[in-house]
């Protein structure tokens, strides 16, 4: 049985349509259903849906087949078509095939066989066309919808594309505002290209990561080089899984079993030095009453006995064992609960307050108020140690809300914190200063994280900290 073919042709002159339509007779491999049309405007009259072929003479009155060849771009129709020339004209047979033509035919010399075997040709290529489209949007799909970061680069390692998921974790919003980066304008993490140009083909390397718009993420990277026919390298792909929220349980429940063993070191020591310095106490307080006068010496040992027990209650009171009371609470109700418990500091020393609420006042969050407003207190307590020696001290406290999550920042324009320091600040008994022990950061990590939620620090010396705790909203 004969294949059935719906052809369009495009024909401005009725000779020329009679002439093939003749032609169309004679050929026997398949049966046809003629469309003619003379002008360009005369597509609004066929049902683009049904024609599997297209025949346009290339000169059409005013207009010419590239002009047909273009609207049917413009309107995304994936239809084959055949371009007739008067004359065999080199220039225009690859004009019409650079505009999208899938064949060409001469007037001259056209022939029934020379039009079956290109209406076959025709159809059949765009068949394989159209099945490779199929194969390339779904690998496009897996390109876009892949929850890993996913880098194309060229040769000269530039970013050719990226997929949705580094739009998502970079805050993207359009690929061309990343298309024709270098590699190390889009990951600025130190020594990134001469890693990539010295290891062509990267395996599940464990990185940190800096991007141009600042973002930082822990990520398992991998290079794979794409080659050409020749087997020279034409592209990079480099695969991202971020691991960031693992890295950061990781870290997390680290630094919670730190805290957790100073506890218990702190409550066993506290323990050890309270029965030693009660004897002490009682003893020199068994002297001074036998000892005629006042006695500086002895004033002294009691001063500083005393002082040793404030210390050992501190530690008691910052290492216990935190139990929440959570309830709905206002998120800029507990900034002013902190702000409330620093007051005094802040306008003791001078300090410049900017206190920064939310627009979006009812926004709450389950959480326990007091060990909050502590832990955030605490945090402005240490702002205002940071900036001691600045002329011109200020502290920022910010709440913000985006989508279900907010946060609120404290910044200070203090001296800043060295990136070794950075890295163990959360952790008991970490200070320099002259006083403290060294237990408030990580007594502020271990309420924040107990409510399961994040902390972060970014700090630049000489110009200033930011801390930033992130928390679920309710509603």
């Known amino acids: 049985m004969k294949k059935k073919i719906n052809l369009l042709l495009i024909e401005d002159d009725e000779d020329d349509y009679f002439i093939l339509k003749e032609l169309f007779s004679r050929i026997t491999y398949f049966s046809y259903e003629l469309n003619w049309i003379t002008k360009i405007e005369d597509l609004a009259s066929i049902d683009m849906n049904k024609i599997d072929i297209c025949i346009a003479d290339y000169?059409?009155?005013?207009?010419?087949?590239?002009?047909?060849?273009?609207?049917?771009?413009?309107?995304?129709?994936?239809?084959?078509?055949?371009?007739?020339?008067?004359?065999?004209?080199?220039?225009?047979?690859?004009?019409?095939?650079?505009?999208?033509?899938?064949?060409?035919?001469?007037?001259?010399?056209?022939?029934?066989?020379?039009?079956?075997?290109?209406?076959?040709?025709?159809?059949?290529?765009?068949?394989?066309?159209?099945?490779?489209?199929?194969?390339?949007?779904?690998?496009q799909k897996l390109f876009e919808l892949n929850t890993d970061l996913i880098v194309i680069l060229n040769g000269e390692f530039e970013v050719n594309d990226i997929n949705n998921q580094v739009l998502q974790t970079l805050g993207i919003a359009n690929k061309r505002e990343v298309i024709g980066f270098k590699v190390t304008d889009l990951i600025t993490s130190p020594n990134m290209l001469e890693l990539l140009k010295t290891q062509k083909n990267i395996r599940n390397l464990e990185v940190d990561l800096s991007f141009y718009n600042s973002k930082k993420i822990s990520g398992i990277l991998s290079l794979t080089e794409i080659f050409d026919s020749n087997n020279i390298t034409e592209r990079y792909q480099i695969v991202i899984k971020d691991v960031s929220e693992v890295a950061k349980a990781k870290n997390r429940l680290r630094n919670i079993e730190k805290i957790n063993f100073s506890g218990k070191m702190a409550q066993t020591l506290a323990h050890e030095i309270r029965n030693p310095l009660s004897n002490i106490n009682l003893s020199v307080s068994f002297l001074k009453i036998n000892l005629e006068g006042e006695d500086k010496y002895l004033d002294m040992v009691l001063k500083n006995a005393q002082k040793i027990n404030e210390i050992t209650t501190q530690f008691i009171n910052n290492t216990k064992e935190v139990k929440l009371k959570k309830e709905l609470i206002c998120i800029n109700e507990v900034i002013d609960e902190a702000v409330g418990l620093c007051l005094d500091r802040i306008k003791l020393r001078n300090i410049k307050l900017e206190l920064i609420h939310d627009s979006t006042k009812e926004k709450r969050v389950t959480a326990d108020l007091e060990k909050l407003s502590?832990?955030?207190?605490?945090?402005?307590?240490?702002?205002?140690?940071?900036?001691?020696?600045?002329?011109?001290?200020?502290?920022?406290?910010?709440?913000?809300?985006?989508?279900?999550?907010?946060?609120?920042?404290?910044?200070?324009?203090?001296?800043?914190?060295?990136?070794?320091?950075?890295?163990?600040?959360?952790?008991?008994?970490?200070?320099?200063?002259?006083?403290?022990?060294?237990?408030?950061?990580?007594?502020?990590?271990?309420?924040?994280?107990?409510?399961?939620?994040?902390?972060?620090?970014?700090?630049?010396?000489?110009?200033?900290?930011?801390?930033?705790?992130?928390?679920?909203?309710?509603?």
């Not at 129709?77 to 033509?101: C, S, Y």
């Not at 001469?106 to 490779?132: D, H, T």
């Not at 832990?375 to 205002?384: E, G, K, R």
């Not at 600040?425 to 950061?441: H, M, N, R, V, Y």
């Open 59 to 139: 000169f059409l009155g005013k207009t010419t087949a590239i002009n047909v060849l273009a609207l049917f771009k413009d309107r995304d129709f994936n239809l084959p078509t055949i371009v007739l020339t008067g004359i065999n004209d080199r220039e225009k047979d690859i004009e019409v095939m650079e505009a999208g033509a899938t064949d060409y035919l001469s007037k001259e010399n056209i022939s029934a066989e020379k039009l079956e075997r290109v209406i076959r040709y025709a159809i059949r290529q765009n068949s394989v066309l159209n099945q490779f489209k199929i194969e390339r949007n779904k690998y």
């Open 374 to 475: 502590i832990a955030i207190s605490n945090i402005i307590l240490n702002a205002t140690e940071a900036i001691y020696e600045n002329p011109n001290p200020i502290i920022k406290v910010k709440s913000e809300v985006r989508g279900k999550k907010t946060t609120i920042s404290i910044s200070d324009n203090g001296t800043g914190i060295s990136p070794e320091k950075l890295e163990t600040i959360f952790e008991p008994f970490a200070t320099d200063k002259q006083s403290g022990i060294g237990i408030g950061l990580s007594s502020v990590y271990n309420i924040i994280t107990l409510h399961e939620w994040d902390i972060d620090v970014d700090s630049k010396l000489g110009i200033g900290t930011t801390f930033k705790i992130s928390m679920d909203l309710e509603n």
